[in-house]
Each structure stands twice: as structure tokens, then as C-alpha cells.
């Protein structure tokens, strides 16, 4: 079955992350603070990069970097995801299958997350995302209908009112801290912006909590 | 009155040095340049003589990227009918196709100016780009090395594909770009810094090795690459850790990641960074 939910934080982060390099393709980690067991939950993200995806070091050093952080704040690496330069190919490169690879083996029901340059427009109506999950060795596409994205409206114009605000610029990744590192790779400021905009019923924006499916 | 007029002058240079600076560094802000450009452009015009067609040609290219065809139109418009029959407007039209997605009309204008000009590199470069757009790679690299034994020195043009080779997954041929681009700009820390990440990544004893060396190559050239000096660390750590290497070898290299991680925790502290780099040796 393998329910995944993604957190309004985690999804306008990534969006973010691809908006920013519009023409780079970008990559990062998906961390989850619920406990292991039962359904997914994407409570958070870490972009990382937007240059030489596949190039080992600096990726190597990211995910220990990420590994120690998420010790620290009792989070767990649960995906990855990718948004692709050429819009009209969204599927996984070899760099993202070994990424996911390495994820799943400290994580069970690891996910891999595509961002669909394509459909990522305010004409769509559902989120950009095609997500795949480990069955054997290979990975192969989730069922949407086993994808969950609570207040998707209020996530999709939050994500909306940012890039409009020009304050997608506030997101650093990975990348982004090498070149300056007194920039912050764990977004505190951004999260804090996005905080702010979630409506008060919504202030749980970072947990999870299984509502009806959005995706069809 | 004249306060005001002194004023709105000096926003006028301003807006035009802006302008001036990124055409020379070659920086593709483009949303910046279309803000400050199309202001420019609708409220200054007259005051710029002429270097208007240098910045409608500027601005032109930055509407393209944030997906602004009214302004593109505009400028090229303007470009066509004081340069008509020029073989830079027509690339730039091409350029304008290329935007819209219309390919195969963008790769008939480019055909059309080899035609009257086959030396013309900037038309054969759009072609290139075109395949590139498409996913073609490997069509892109097969015309990239074609290009690049008629025209050797285009670093422009090596370091494209250096990073088209890397996409690929062929990091030998990436890292022979990158040798290409070490030797004609031997103080290029950056270029250093690459090879050595495609040498750690190709793996093998040998490749890490080489892969130091270049990280401490990049960082002599520039101590604050802060990539490079991970790289230092990673590598020299890793070498450290290999069973095969000597008891000489494996002191050197546990020598270099002590310095380098000492390094490391320096400029983290120095700049009061917030995220704290745990390096233990």
C-alpha cells in the first residue's frame, strides 16, 4: 500500500528550489520527523543542488552533512527528489535512481519524487509531482491515489505568492551554502516566511495527517 | 524643479552604467535586466543615442528568458528596422523562435545565415542549443566535437561540453574537456576544482589521487574555494582509508585531511555560519 503524505513545507520548498534555477536541473533530500512505520510522511526538505548533479563529492558531503543535521533534530532521510533542465523529460535519471538507491537502504519504503517541468504552470490544477517507490530492486510509479498533499489550494497559492514576492530568493541550497557559507542551508528564514503565510488552522504545516487524496 | 531633474538623470546613468556592467560580465539576470531595461527603453529612449541597440539587443534576449514575447517582439522589431537584412538580428530572431519552442523555423534561420556565412559560430552554437533543448545529447556532443576542430580555441564551446559529457555519465571525456580548458587557463581555480570532482567521481585509487592533487591545485590558485577544500578533505581521506596504499602514503593523506579540516572549521567559525560542519578526525 505505502502511504505518502508531503507537507505543505516540504512541496513549496521544492517547488521553490526548481523555480529558482529555471534552467539548471535541481535535486534534494526529503526528511520526515514522523517515527518510522506506517505511511510516509514528507514533513520537510533539503534542496541541494543545481550543478553537476552527478558528480560524487559534493553530493557525498551533502548527505553527511544532511545525515548529522537530521540526528540532531530527530529527522529522518526518507526521499529525494528531482526536477529536470529539459522539461519534456521528467523521469529519473541514473544520478536520481543511485541517490534513491542509497536512500533505501537505511530507509525502508523510500520514495523518489519527480518534479514535472512541464505541467509546473498555474493552469495545472494538480501538483507537478510523479512519484515512484522501491518494489524489488527497481523503482516503479506510485498510485496516486496513495499520494497525499493536505490543503493543496492553500499549499499551490502560498508556493504562488512567493515566487510573486520574489521571496523564493531567500531559499538556499546546498550549492548555494558552498558558494557563500554563511548562507543557511536548513531555510530557517524561508520557513518562517512560509509559516507566516499558512492560514492559523493550518499552522501544523511540517506534520502530517492522513485527509482524503488529492491527486487523482 | 532642478532637485528633481538632477535626480532623475543620475537614476538614468545608473540604470544604463546597470545595464552596461551586465552586458560586459555577461550575467543572465535576465528578470533584473528586463525590469530595468524595459523602463529604460519606454521612458529614456531618446537620452541613450546610440546605445539603444545594444541594449534592445539586451533586453531582448533577458525578455526571452523570463518568457516576455511582447517585449522581445518589440525590441527585435525596432533591431530589424534599423539593421535590416543583418545576420545578428536574424540570430536573434532565430533566438526568438527558439523560445517559442518552434525548432525546426529557428534551425531554417540558422541554416540560412551559414548559408550566406559558415563561419558564422554564433549561428552554429544556436543549432547546437536547439539539440541540447530537445534532450538530444548525443546528437549535441556529435556536433559540439565537430565544432570544436574547427574552432579549437572556443573555451565557451569546451566547457559546454565538458558538461554535456557529465550528464552522460562519460566523465574520461569530460575530464579531457576540462584538461583542454586547465591548459589555456591555467589560473582558473574553477576549472581545477571540476576535474578533480569528475577524477573523484571516475573512483580508483589513481583517479583520487589526481583528484587531491587538483583540489589543492584550485585551492593554492583561490584558498576561500570551499569546495575544493572539502574536496581536499574527502579525498585525502579516503586515500587514508584504502587498504592498498603504504604506511608512507596513508600518513601523508591523513596529514592533508587534518589540515584541511582544520581549514574548514576555521572559515566556519570565522564567518559565524550557522551550520556548523562536524568534522572529526
Request: proline letters at 3%.
Amino acid at each position: 500500500m505505502g502511504e505518502v503524505e508531503l507537507s505543505c513545507l516540504a512541496y513549496v520548498k521544492m517547488y521553490l528550489h526548481a523555480c529558482l534555477f529555471p534552467r539548471c536541473s535541481v535535486n534534494g533530500l526529503l526528511l520526515s520527523s514522523s517515527p518510522a512505520g506506517g505511511a510516509v510522511c514528507v514533513t520537510d526538505c533539503v534542496p541541494l543542488l543545481h550543478t553537476h548533479l552527478p558528480l560524487a563529492p559534493i553530493t557525498q558531503l551533502a548527505l553527511t552533512q544532511v545525515d548529522v543535521w537530521c540526528a540532531q533534530t530527530q529527522q529522518r532521510i526518507v526521499g529525494y527528489y528531482q526536477a529536470n533542465a529539459c522539461v519534456s523529460d521528467s523521469s529519473p535519471t541514473p544520478c536520481a535512481l543511485k541517490i534513491a538507491d542509497k536512500i533505501a537502504e537505511q530507509c525502508n519504503n523510500a520514495v523518489l519524487l519527480m518534479i514535472d517541468g512541464g505541467k509546473m504552470s498555474p493552469d495545472y490544477r494538480v501538483p507537478p509531482i510523479v512519484m515512484y517507490e522501491r518494489k524489488d530492486t527497481r523503482w516503479t510509479l506510485k498510485d496516486k491515489h496513495t499520494i497525499m498533499l493536505r490543503q493543496w489550494e492553500e499549499t499551490r497559492d502560498i508556493a504562488s505568492q512567493l515566487l510573486d514576492s520574489g521571496d523564493h530568493s531567500l531559499l538556499v541550497d546546498f550549492d548555494s551554502h558552498l558558494d557563500d557559507i554563511t548562507r543557511d542551508w536548513t531555510n530557517q528564514k524561508l520557513n518562517a516566511k512560509i509559516a507566516e503565510l499558512a492560514s492559523p488552522a493550518n499552522d501544523n504545516l511540517g506534520v502530517c495527517q492522513l485527509g482524503n487524496p488529492v491527486l487523482r | 524643479g532642478f532637485d528633481n531633474w538632477n535626480v532623475l538623470i543620475i537614476v538614468f546613468t545608473e540604470m544604463r552604467d546597470k545595464l552596461r556592467k551586465w552586458r560586459e560580465d555577461n550575467h543572465r539576470n535576465s528578470e533584473q535586466i528586463v525590469d530595468v531595461g524595459e523602463e529604460l527603453i519606454n521612458e529614456h529612449a531618446s537620452k541613450l543615442g546610440d546605445d539603444i541597440w545594444i541594449i534592445y539587443e539586451q533586453v531582448m534576449i533577458a525578455a526571452l528568458d523570463c518568457s516576455r514575447d511582447d517585449l522581445a517582439w518589440t525590441c527585435l522589431q525596432e533591431l530589424k528596422r534599423q539593421f535590416p537584412g543583418s545576420q545578428r538580428v536574424k540570430r536573434l530572431a532565430g533566438m526568438r523562435l527558439e523560445a517559442l519552442e518552434k525548432y525546426e523555423d529557428a534551425s531554417k534561420q540558422y541554416d540560412s545565415i551559414l548559408q550566406d556565412d559558415p563561419t558564422n559560430t554564433a549561428a552554429r552554437k544556436r543549432k547546437i542549443s536547439i539539440l541540447k533543448a530537445q534532450g538530444k545529447s548525443a546528437e549535441a556532443i556529435r556536433e559540439l566535437n565537430e565544432y570544436l576542430e574547427q574552432f579549437v580555441g572556443d573555451q565557451e564551446a569546451w566547457h559546454e561540453l565538458s558538461e554535456l559529457y557529465i550528464n552522460e555519465h562519460d566523465y574520461g571525456k569530460a575530464a579531457f574537456c576540462l584538461e583542454e580548458l586547465m591548459m589555456t587557463n591555467p589560473h582558473n581555480h574553477l576549472y581545477c576544482e571540476q576535474y578533480a570532482e569528475v577524477k573523484y567521481t571516475q573512483g580508483g585509487l589513481e583517479n583520487l589521487e589526481l583528484s587531491r592533487k587538483y583540489f589543492a591545485q584550485a585551492l593554492k590558485l583561490n584558498n576561500r574555494n570551499m569546495r575544493a577544500l572539502f574536496g581536499l578533505y574527502m579525498s585525502a581521506s579516503h586515500i587514508a582509508a584504502c587498504p592498498k596504499v603504504n604506511a608512507t602514503v596513508k600518513k601523508a593523506n591523513v596529514r592533508y585531511a587534518a589540515w584541511a579540516t582544520n581549514q574548514i572549521n576555521r572559515a566556519y567559525q570565522v564567518s559565524h555560519a550557522m551550520c556548523c560542519v562536524l568534522l572529526k578526525q
